[in-house]
Each structure stands twice: as C-alpha cells, then as structure tokens.
C-alpha cells in the first residue's frame, strides 16, 4: 500500500473513533484567581475570602445565622456525553460542642428537585481535595428534566450545637469530552472509495501490467507488420 492510501485510511480511523475534548462549562470557576463569585448564585452565608493569586469563595454555616449555605451555577449539559468535574477544595471546622454533624457535597439539581450526588463528606476535621468526579451521559439520561444546576452545599444537621464548618473551594472546571464520535457515513464512504482507486492504480504499477490502450496499439502495429 502506498503512502497515499495509507494516509486516507489513517485520516478515516481518526475521524471515527478519536475523542474530542471541549472547553469547560463553567463561568468563574477559577476562584483563586477571580476573587469573585458574581457568576453563581448564592444562598446563605457565601463569600470570598484571600487574596488575588490565593482567593478561596467560601460556604459557612452555624446555628446563630445561616444552617446551610449554597453556591450553584445553571449548566447547558448535553445528551450522549460524558462530564468531568474538577474541583479543589478544603472544609475546616470550629469544635465548640463535640457534636460533629455539618457535611459538604457537591450534587446536580434539576427544575425537578431531582438531584445526582457527586461528592460528599461529613466535616470532622480540617482536611483538603482535589477531586475529579465523573458524570456519565447514562446517568443524565435516566432524568426527563435536563435543566441541571452544579451546587456547593453545606449544611449544618444539628441546630442545638455551636460549631462552625466551613468550605473554601479554590477552582472549579467542568469538561466534556465526547468519545466515539463517528464520521458521517457518505464521507467515509467516499475515503475508501479513493483508497480502492489508488490500490488498483499501485498494484498495476507494480506488476508491470500495460494499460488497455496501451494493448490495444500493439494489437494493431502487428496486424499492420503482417500485411
């Protein structure tokens, strides 16, 4: 096979099974950077906290003002593909009373109330993480309402104890990547079309064989030596 056809057929096994990556689907999800969150919307005890280069938007809650707070943000999500959420966070907590039952998550919420749990952890200590969180199409499918929203949730369970908990999320990316995506069928069909064109071409070069006109005109000087 020459190179031409092995290009052409390169060319098609690229454009039916290479993975496409797209750009993030959130909107000031760099908070280290931003020091903003006037992209999200915010319920509860939401804030900013740093400085530029090492900001941080911040959930609290406590059982004097808020017991839960929330950051969330409308997302345009698409049938038949895959999602990863990137995030990098830490949650701190203020022990006054031993009873330690604030918790973070991170979910989808539909216009439905239907929600899909991403993340979850119960706030016992300072600890940080850096999470990559899978969102699978066939999970999404499952929802008739498509209409999702990320959310940063913190709550606090027990409203009789007086400790604070606190989320500080750095950066949040949202990514989907489609992985089969298929060529459309005439276009592929007409690659093979010319690959076969010029794999007959290649093998009648290679056996030596004289084209049809070429036969034909020694066909005729012959007749014309033996009259």
């Given at each position: 096979?020459?190179?031409t056809?092995?290009?052409?057929?390169?060319?098609?096994s690229?454009?039916?099974?290479?993975?496409?990556?797209?750009?993030?689907?959130?909107?000031?999800?760099?908070?280290?950077?931003n020091?903003?969150?006037?992209?999200?919307?915010q319920?509860?005890?939401v804030?900013?906290?740093?400085?530029?280069?090492?900001?941080?938007?911040?959930?609290?809650?406590?059982?004097?003002?808020?017991?839960?707070?929330?950051?969330?943000?409308g997302?345009?999500l698409?049938?038949?593909?895959?999602?990863?959420?990137?995030v990098?966070?830490?949650?701190?907590?203020?022990?006054?009373?031993?009873?330690?039952?604030?918790?973070f998550?991170?979910s989808?919420?539909n216009?439905?109330?239907?929600?899909i749990?991403?993340?979850?952890?119960?706030?016992?200590?300072?600890?940080s993480?850096?999470?990559?969180l899978?969102?699978?199409?066939?999970?999404?499918?499952?929802?008739?309402?498509?209409?999702w929203?990320?959310?940063?949730?913190?709550?606090?369970?027990?409203?009789?104890?007086?400790?604070?908990?606190?989320a500080f999320?750095?950066?949040?990316?949202?990514?989907?990547?489609?992985?089969?995506?298929?060529?459309p069928?005439g276009?592929?069909?007409?690659?093979?079309?010319?690959?076969?064109?010029?794999?007959?071409?290649?093998?009648?070069?290679s056996?030596?064989?004289?084209?049809?006109?070429?036969?034909?005109?020694w066909?005729?000087?012959?007749g014309?030596?033996?009259?």
């Amino acid at each position: 096979m020459n190179k031409t056809v092995k290009h052409i057929v390169l060319a098609s096994s690229i454009l039916l099974a290479t993975p496409q990556a797209m750009g993030s689907m959130l909107t000031g999800g760099d908070f280290a950077n931003n020091c903003s969150i006037a992209d999200w919307d915010q319920f509860g005890n939401v804030g900013v906290s740093g400085a530029p280069g090492n900001c941080a938007a911040t959930l609290s809650v406590d059982d004097v003002i808020d017991f839960e707070t929330e950051l969330s943000q409308g997302l345009s999500l698409s049938s038949g593909i895959d999602y990863t959420l990137n995030v990098d966070f830490s949650v701190d907590t203020t022990m006054i009373d031993p009873i330690l039952d604030d918790w973070f998550s991170i979910s989808l919420l539909n216009q439905d109330f239907e929600f899909i749990e991403l993340f979850y952890t119960d706030i016992l200590s300072a600890q940080s993480f850096s999470e990559s969180l899978t969102i699978a199409a066939s999970d999404l499918a499952s929802y008739a309402n498509q209409d999702w929203s990320l959310s940063f949730y913190m709550f606090d369970g027990f409203e009789a104890d007086s400790n604070q908990s606190t989320a500080f999320i750095t950066f949040a990316s949202l990514d989907s990547v489609v992985t089969d995506v298929p060529a459309p069928a005439g276009f592929v069909l007409l690659l093979l079309g010319f690959a076969g064109m010029f794999t007959r071409k290649a093998l009648a070069r290679s056996n030596g064989r004289p084209s049809q006109k070429t036969a034909v005109s020694w066909t005729n000087l012959n007749g014309g030596i033996n009259q």
